[in-house]
Structures are given as C-alpha cells and as structure tokens.
Antibody, heavy 120, light 106 residues
Framework: QVQLVQSGAEVKKPGASVRLSCKASGYIFTNYYLHWVRQAPGQGLEWMGM????????NYAQSFQGRVTMTSDTSTSTVYMELSSLRSGDTAAYYC?????????????WGQGTLVTVSS | DIQVTQSPSSQSASVGDRVTITCRAS??????LAWFQQRPGKAPKPLIYGASSLHSGVPSKFSGSGSGTDFTLTISSLQPEDSATYYC?????????FGQGTRVEI
C-alpha cells in the first residue's frame, strides 16, 4: 500500500535550518512528483514547492526562494526538504504529498505531517 | 500568482442540509481545481480533482463543478462527520495556490 512516512517533530532556534524527510513506499518512486505543503497553527494551507524525483528538477514558491531546498534520493525513495534562516513564522506542520501529473488525481496520498517549532 | 478566493469563510448548517462552497480564481485555470477536507490535527483529505472528479473512496454526496474561474463544492445530506474545513486549490500554474478555507459547522 502507498505510504508517505515523514520524519519526527523538530524544535529549532531562529536562524537555524531544518531538514525534513518523506519516505515513500508502495509505488514506483520516480513516477510521482513530491510536493510540500505547510500549515501554520490555526492558519490555512500553503504550497511550498515540488520536486521531480526522476531527475531532481524543482519548483519553489517565490515566498521560499533562497531558503528552501528540496532533494531526492532514489536509492531510499526519500525526498528531503531543507528550510534555512528559520523564523517564528515558520512554526507549522509540514506535509509531503504526491502527484502523478496531468489529469491524474491530485495529492491522493499525504504524509502524516511533521511539526516544526521555531522558538528561542 | 493566481489568487484563489473561497466563500464563505464559515458556514453553519444542520444535519441533512445541502452546503455549497464557492471558489473563484483570479484567472482562467481550466479545470485544474481540487478540493480537500481537513479535520483538526489531521492531514488534508482529497475529495475532488479536475474540478469534478471524485477521488477513490469519496462518497458521492460530495460533488464539484465549474471551469475557468468559478467553481463550487457541494455537500449533500450533511452529516456530523462532515464538520471540517474545506480548501480549494488551483494547480494550473505555479505557484499552486490554496483558497483560505471554509469552516463548516454542523
């Protein structure tokens, strides 16, 4: 069965970086784009960007440009999302989710989420 | 960026009611519009993609319609378990953007 399993909760100080992982199983890893979506406490959903595990091409939301890096490791079917220069506004739940592309179902499976807390 | 405006921001309804949520995109997105349901503390659950296609396992009480810039999500025969926040999302053009959400209370 398809699973996206994310790494555990993180507590970071302002200015630090955090690297989250999302391990995929149950499907052909390189066939699906992996996206990251975050949600600050009590707020809505925010699309952060995506990576194509087949080749590693990425597309980031402008609001994260320069601070976010998404990478993939096909040997372990894992994608990583690193966010640098953390500030309190980055406190949020971070989700990974997948998409095949075209007219296929969008974001049909989601990771369980990783809570990142940024606090001094 | 394409702005996606959802309305209403919240809605109160009774068991058995029909609820309609609208989503308006700031430019033509064809049918690249999805709907999600989210309960507190949980990951979003996909409901609709391609404006009107139901995800596998989603009950037919949920339906979506629209194309271009105007879209609707309809929930018929409302039940207590439908109490949640609903989000639309455009995926026609990067950066993909979400609506601000509609909280449905039973």
């Amino acid at each position: 069965q398809v699973q996206l399993v994310q790494s555990g909760a993180e507590v970071k100080k302002p200015g630090a970086s955090v690297r989250l992982s999302c391990k995929a199983s149950g499907y052909i890893f390189t066939n699906y784009y992996l996206h990251w979506v975050r949600q600050a406490p009590g707020q809505g959903l925010e699309w952060m960007g995506m990576i194509n595990p087949s080749g590693g091409s990425t597309n980031y939301a402008q609001s994260f440009q320069g601070r976010v890096t998404m990478t993939s490791d096909t040997s372990t079917s894992t994608v990583y999302m690193e966010l640098s220069s953390l500030r309190s506004g980055d406190t949020a739940a971070y989700y990974c989710t997948r998409y095949f592309g075209g007219n296929s179902p969008l974001f049909d499976f989601w990771g369980q989420g990783t809570l990142v807390t940024v606090s001094s | 960026d394409i702005q996606v405006t959802q309305s209403p921001s919240s809605q109160s309804a009774s068991v058995g009611d029909r609820v309609t949520i609208t989503c308006r995109a700031s430019q033509d997105i064809s049918t690249y519009l999805a709907w999600f349901q989210q309960r507190p503390g949980k990951a979003p659950k996909p409901l609709i993609y391609g404006a009107s296609s139901l995800h596998s396992g989603v009950p037919s009480k949920f339906s979506g319609s629209g194309s271009g810039t105007d879209f609707t999500l309809t929930i018929s025969s409302l039940q207590p378990e439908d109490s949640a926040t609903y989000y639309c999302q455009q995926y026609n053009t990067y950066p993909w953007t979400f609506g601000q959400g509609t909280r449905v209370e039973i």
